[in-house]
């Protein structure tokens, strides 16, 4: 059988193995298998599981577990709820400023947990509430939480980027780095859209008011002192120590990636323990058994797409593939642009960690062929991959507000949604203007060749 | 997760107990095993994260060097992980591309159900079966890893070997839950 015949049957194989309903690691490893027995010399099948643990057993692979070990344990403590009331004390003076500091809330806490549903829950569970008190619309509050907690796989420590650096080959440190950049840029858009969109419903409310309606709430005033405002920073601080101390031991050169993982997990459980007073086995164990709920699901799917990928390679699809899209010629930016609509199109239906293993193999080559710097299409797809959070079918932040703002209806939470997409299509496209925006930083801070 | 995914997300369902006695007393201990095996993951998880941060502080603080730490850290991370894999499956937490659901009948779906579970389970026995030989193998020969530690290879390979059998088990169980008749008693 030629390359071509078998890599539509392998790829046949797996899209209708995993659409009945498989779970994805299951399914990966079936297809996996099952090609083994039939296009693979036996041997192979006898060192299958041989080849997933040798995969699996990197320390920087498996310090992922570890950093949703601190994602969880941020994530449900009271942590989100001080961060986001003592921005909004902040930043209540700028028109639509609860907005914006919902924006930042998101930004610095998905920066401390790295996970985008544990940051859309955190920070929604008190923004949500609030902003709609506050007389923003459903959509908008909505929109504004499941954007901002999309940043958690951008900005570091990302797991996203864990995988794209190990499918890669490219530095962990520099992805690390290079996702700051675009992530403030995100920051930016997000929070303009939010002070537009703000004076257009204020400017909303108020005409209605003049002509005799109800007075929003959007048009009250908040008086807060410089006093309430220095009251709000302790409680902020611990946070953003545990922050700094985790970069620092990083980029100081202190500890590895995954020694980082480790000692931000017990950073972690030391400041609840202090500031929050969560210490016994009873409030532990849920932080503990959603971790490994999330972790292990996570690791065989990760696991298993590794093995899917191998057995991609040695039956020489993934090669051939590529060699194929570079024999087509197309211009740079075509090239990106079809990888890039292809990874929306699998965000349709696959997390990003399998986009990531499955695809790299194939995707890589052609773009490096193409003379792009690999860390900064990191940083593109995982962008791309963002939108794919809060996009129909499988969208999961927006699941994640649904859950925690059962009265705001799918329907608007999606249409709330909507600009953020175009807003994370507009950061691309700058991106690919100006690409310094994500390899300026890495740049200054590690030396070229590290 | 993103983490990407976010298990917590989802919608967290109590598996309902099978109909089936036989069943459901094997199910009832292998539940009781999975809660012993959720401590003991959660402590592995707990202690890697020490080891790791250990392995910071000796390196600056006493200047000593480090060798095992991140090895011990992987196999506790494999044991967590693969261990706790049954109890995953038992509240169906390995995420699927659930699509077709709701273009399908009630009868169907409990057909495509059982499909699903038996090609789950096909590919985890074998995988298990294959971890056992990889074991044996490591264990007859005694293999050691090629660190400079070297500890031996079977302590991860029948971690991998025990939590697919577990896993292999469950689904098992989850089958003959649904395809055994309800009226069935000793």
């Known amino acids: 059988m030629s390359v071509l015949a078998i890599g539509l049957l392998y790829g046949g194989a797996t899209i209708a193995v995993m659409m009945i309903g498989v779970p ?29 643990y040798e995969e699996m057993a990197s320390i920087t692979l498996l310090s992922i577990p570890l950093f949703i070990l601190k ?98 080959e490219q530095s962990l440190g520099r992805l690390f780095l290079a996702g700051i950049g675009p992530g403030m840029l995100l920051v930016t858009l997000f929070a ?95 932080i503990l058994v959603a971790t490994l709920r999330e972790s292990t699901m996570l690791m065989m799917i990760i696991g298993m797409s590794l093995l899917y990928s191998y057995v991609m390679s040695y039956l020489h699809i993934s090669q051939s593939a590529a060699a194929w899209i570079v024999s087509l010629h197309l211009s740079k930016w075509i090239l990106l642009a079809m990888i890039l609509l292809m ?21 890589l080559p052609p773009l490096r062929a193409a003379g792009f710097d690999l860390i900064w299409f990191g940083i593109a797809m995982t962008i791309v991959m963002e939108m794919g959070l809060i996009h129909p079918p499988v969208g999961l932040n927006i699941f994640v507000i649904k859950n925690i703002a059962p009265d705001i209806s799918l329907s608007e939470i999606i249409w709330g949604t909507l600009p953020f997409v175009i807003l994370m299509a507009i950061a691309v496209v700058i991106l690919a203007v100006a690409p310094e925006i994500a390899t300026w930083f890495p740049n200054l801070v590690m030396s070229k060749g590290r | 997760m993103t983490v990407g995914l976010g298990v917590e997300a989802a919608i967290e369902k109590e598996p309902a107990a099978p109909s089936n006695p036989l069943v459901a007393a094997l199910d009832r201990s292998l539940a009781a095993l999975n809660r012993i095996i959720v401590v003991f993951s959660s402590v592995a998880l707990v202690a890697a994260s020490l080891i790791l941060s250990y392995s910071v502080v000796i390196r ?81 020969d005694g293999q050691v890893s090629g660190s400079t530690w070297a500890p031996p290879l079977w302590i991860p390979y029948s971690l991998m070997t025990i939590g697919m059998a577990l896993l292999s088990i469950q689904i098992f169980l989850q089958i003959a839950g649904a395809l055994l008749p309800a009226g069935y008693r000793k």
Not at chain 1, 124 to 138: L, N, T, V
Not at chain 1, 239 to 254: E, P, Q, R
Request: net charge positive; hydrophobic share 55%; proline share 4%.
């Open chain 1, 24 to 52: 994805i690691a299951f399914a990966l490893g079936l297809v996996a298998i099952i090609f083994m027995m039939f296009f693979m010399p036996s041997a192979s099948l006898d060192t299958v599981t041989q080849n997933v």
């Open chain 1, 71 to 168: 994602g969880a344990a941020i994530g449900r403590s009271r942590a989100g709820q001080d961060l986001y009331s003592a921005l909004h004390v902040w930043m209540h003076r700028i028109p639509g400023g609860l907005g914006i500091a919902n924006v930042f809330a998101c930004a610095l806490f998905a920066a401390m947990a790295g996970s985008s549903p544990a940051t859309c829950s955190a920070i929604g569970s008190a923004g949500i509430p609030e902003m709609r008190k506050r007389g923003y619309s459903g959509g908008f509050a909505a929109g504004i939480i499941a954007a901002g907690g999309t940043l958690g796989i951008l900005l570091p420590p990302s797991i996203t980027m864990i995988l794209y650096a190990v499918a890669s």
């Open chain 1, 192 to 286: 303009l859209y939010a002070m537009f969109r703000y004076r257009l419903e204020h400017r909303r409310a108020s005409a209605a008011f003049d002509l005799g309606g109800e007075k929003s709430e959007l048009l009250r005033e908040d008086n807060l002192t410089m006093r309430d405002r220095f009251a709000a920073l302790p409680r902020v601080l611990p946070f953003v120590i545990l922050l700094t101390g985790v970069m620092i031991a990083l980029y100081g050169g202190f500890a590895t990636p995954s020694e980082t993982a480790g000692l931000g997990a017990v950073l972690a459980f030391a400041l609840i323990a202090i500031i929050y007073r969560v210490w016994t086995w009873g409030e532990l164990e849920p």
């Open chain 1, 343 to 363: 990874v929306i199109v699998l965000g349709f239906f696959l997390p990003p960690v399998s986009i990531i293993l499955m695809t790299a193999p194939i995707i």
């Open chain 2, 60 to 140: 600056y603080a006493l200047k000593a060097s480090t060798y095992w730490q991140d090895e011990a850290s992987v196999f506790l991370i494999v044991a967590a992980v693969f261990l706790s894999s049954a109890s995953v499956q038992a509240r169906r937490g390995h995420v699927g591309i659930e699509a077709v659901v709701g273009l399908l009948s009630e009868r169907t779906n409990r057909i495509r159900r059982v499909l699903v579970d038996v090609a789950s389970f096909f590919f985890c026995a074998f995988f298990a079966w294959k971890s056992w030989t990889l074991l044996h193998e490591a264990w007859v």
